[in-house]
């Protein structure tokens, strides 16, 4: 992982005036459609208020949910792995696919990771 | 009725026809006010880069000048903003800090909510582009959000609106940031250019004649890029307009 200079990558990026309208005008038209979509719904507002406290909720209290997700799927019959950084995530992914002989076929997509 | 007066720096420092305008406006209305020349900066642009602790004493002096007064009005609606929304994190369990919320006003909210301004005597027959600074749109909900659904309102363009022969310009996007963002232009500046180009690209094509808000500072910075762009575009503070300044 490298640092990304924004203002530098920005200025780069803006210096084709024609490249910067465009990606304006792209993210325009999916802030329109939004738009479109949020006023065909009268109770938006409340929606967008409630999954705003539910998010605010679940995050607050993520450690117990993820316990929680742990119990439940593993009574179901799931091996539930824990890993508390990305390159652990990737040892514990590599062991299970070399463990099923998986090995060349998916290389390749952690590498590119 | 009584106000204290709070001039933002930039309307200090570079447009003091902007407070000289705030107060005529105010006057007018048989209002007495009282500036205290203590005052310095609100400690926005230090909260805003996480310098909470350079920002603490300027809202402990904002609090402190401002308590004798029956209201504080301010013609900016990013430095009421910043009273009435951030400094609950700067002064935390300040017995009296709920009052000075209570009656610190953006000076369109002021006209508008505790005044009920009912007319001007004045004109401006002008096509007027009414830029929505983001601080007064979605802090002080000075006016809906295009973003939101909520019925449409604006109390700048109401009080603007009660001026004979007044004309507004219908943009295309109604309340996209100018992109100033006090020391984003600083440190973004390319993003920050080209922010506010767009917005001027708005204006002019929908025929804005004269340009105004009820912030200086996006005034400021679009005012900037008008004059380097050589376009034909008058920039005014809201208040100008309001207190009767003419356009030429």
């Known amino acids: 992982m490298h640092a990304i200079e924004h203002a530098k990558e920005a200025k780069d990026f803006i210096e084709s005036r024609g490249r910067a309208a465009w990606h304006d005008s792209a993210l325009w038209f999916v802030r329109a459609k939004r738009d479109k979509a949020a006023q065909s719904l009268p109770e938006w507002e409340t929606l967008r208020e409630t999954a705003s406290q539910i998010k605010q909720h679940t995050a607050s209290r993520l450690a117990d949910y993820l316990e929680q997700f742990e119990a439940n799927a593993t009574r179901l019959g799931a091996t539930v792995h824990w890993a508390a950084t990305a390159d652990e995530h990737n040892r514990i992914v590599m062991e299970i696919l070399q463990r099923h002989d998986a090995q060349e076929g998916c290389q390749k997509q952690i590498d590119a990771d | 009725m009584q106000v204290g007066l709070f001039i933002p720096c930039y309307i200090d420092q570079l447009y003091p026809q902007v407070g000289m305008a705030t107060v005529e406006i105010l006057e007018r209305l048989q209002i007495d006010v009282r500036f205290c020349d203590a005052q310095i900066c609100c400690g926005q642009p ?167 808000a009820a912030d200086m500072s996006c005034l400021m910075h679009l005012q900037g890029l008008i004059r380097r762009q050589k376009k034909n575009i008058k920039v005014m503070h809201v208040a100008e307009i309001l207190a009767g300044y003419p356009a030429e």
Not at chain 2, 83 to 97: I, K
Not at chain 2, 115 to 141: I, N, T, W, Y
């Open chain 2, 46 to 212: 230090m909260a805003n880069t996480g310098c909470n602790d350079d920002a603490a004493p300027l809202a402990r002096d904002f609090l402190k000048n401002f308590a004798d007064d029956q209201y504080v009005v301010s013609p900016s609606g990013s430095c009421v903003a910043m009273v009435r929304h951030h400094y609950d994190h700067l002064l935390p369990d300040n017995a009296d800090l709920p009052a000075l919320k209570a009656k610190t006003f953006e000076l369109c909210e002021f006209l508008t909510d505790v005044v009920h301004v009912e007319q001007f005597d004045h004109a401006f027959p002008h096509q007027v582009g009414l830029h929505q600074s983001c601080h007064g749109l979605r802090e002080l909900r000075m006016g809906s959000c295009s973003e939101r659904v909520e019925p449409a309102f604006s109390k700048v363009r109401q009080l603007l609106a009660k001026l004979d022969g007044i004309r507004f310009s219908e943009l295309r996007r109604q309340d996209e940031c100018c992109g100033f963002g006090g020391t984003f232009a600083v440190n973004e500046e390319s993003v920050s250019c080209l922010m506010g180009l767009d917005r001027i690209a708005d204006h002019e094509s929908a025929g804005t004649e004269v340009l105004t």
